[in-house]
């Protein structure tokens, strides 16, 4: 399987990690992709930045766990998964998630197990600045709590 | 000897992102209890309940796990990334 797992503060160009999680592998039948964006809104309040911190060593250790799990899981032939950290902007691309398999269903599963199970074990922390200009952490949701847990349910 | 490091608004609400502690407790779960002994807002982060997750080596780790001389103890709030 061909893999690829980043954290970094540059700019995330979604668009231009897809291609190379499928190319040259005839193989390959079907390719799903998350997109995490930065939403202009949350709370009620319009939030202008936000800053993303994270475990350094730690972080990259759980994605690896994360995707090693998909991977035992689902019949995969590549996935990237990248993240940002430091400062974004409303609509800056937070996360890709990008899976590739022979057939759309392991893809289409994969996809989502990975971003549900990122959002519960992966140690980032978002803290926003509202247009106001208050600076807040965020919040988890519980709703992602039983995203995740779902996929134990499921096991 | 352990190294303890704290994230997020624990970090902040802590005024401390890392320290080293020469006594090494037997648990995750006594190390806790040690931090919420220095009193005031240590007590408060460690003792009233709050969610406060825990990592040992940089990987989760359950309230009761051991602790050995060389770890690394992170602890943070749940997690908010993606």
Redesign the interface.
């Known amino acids: 399987m061909n893999v690829e797992i980043r954290v970094q503060d540059t700019p995330l160009d979604a668009v231009a990690e897809i291609a190379p999680v499928y190319a040259g592998q005839a193989s390959i039948g079907g390719v799903v992709s998350f997109i995490?964006l930065m939403r202009d809104m949350n709370q009620g309040d319009a939030v202008s930045t936000m800053k993303?911190?994270?475990?350094p060593?730690?972080t990259e250790?759980?994605l690896a766990a994360i995707v090693d799990e998909a991977a035992s899981r689902w019949d995969l032939a590549g996935v990237r998964l990248v993240?940002r950290v430091g400062e974004i902007r409303p609509q800056d691309p937070?996360?890709l998630v990008c899976v590739a398999s022979a057939h759309r269903g392991e893809a289409f599963r994969a996809c989502e197990f990975i971003?549900d199970y990122?959002?519960?074990?992966?140690?980032?922390?978002?803290?926003e600045q509202t247009a106001e200009g208050k600076t807040r952490?965020?919040?988890?949701r519980g709703s992602?709590e039983a995203a995740a847990a779902a996929w134990e349910d499921s096991k | 000897m352990i190294r303890v490091l704290y994230f997020a608004s624990l970090r902040e609400r802590l005024a401390c992102s890392d320290e080293t502690l020469e006594a090494v407790p037997a648990t995750v779960t006594d190390l806790r209890a040690q931090l919420a002994g220095r009193g005031g807002i240590w007590h408060e982060v460690f003792a009233d309940g709050q969610r406060v997750l825990a990592a040992v080596n940089q990987e989760m780790a359950g309230a009761g796990q051991a602790l050995q001389d060389g770890d690394e103890v992170g602890f943070f709030p749940p997690v908010t990334g993606g």
Request: charged share 30%; aromatic share 14%.
């Open positions: 995490g993303l911190e994270h475990y060593g730690m250790k759980a993240h937070i996360v971003i990122l959002k519960t074990r992966a140690p980032f922390w978002k803290r952490w965020v919040d988890s992602d």
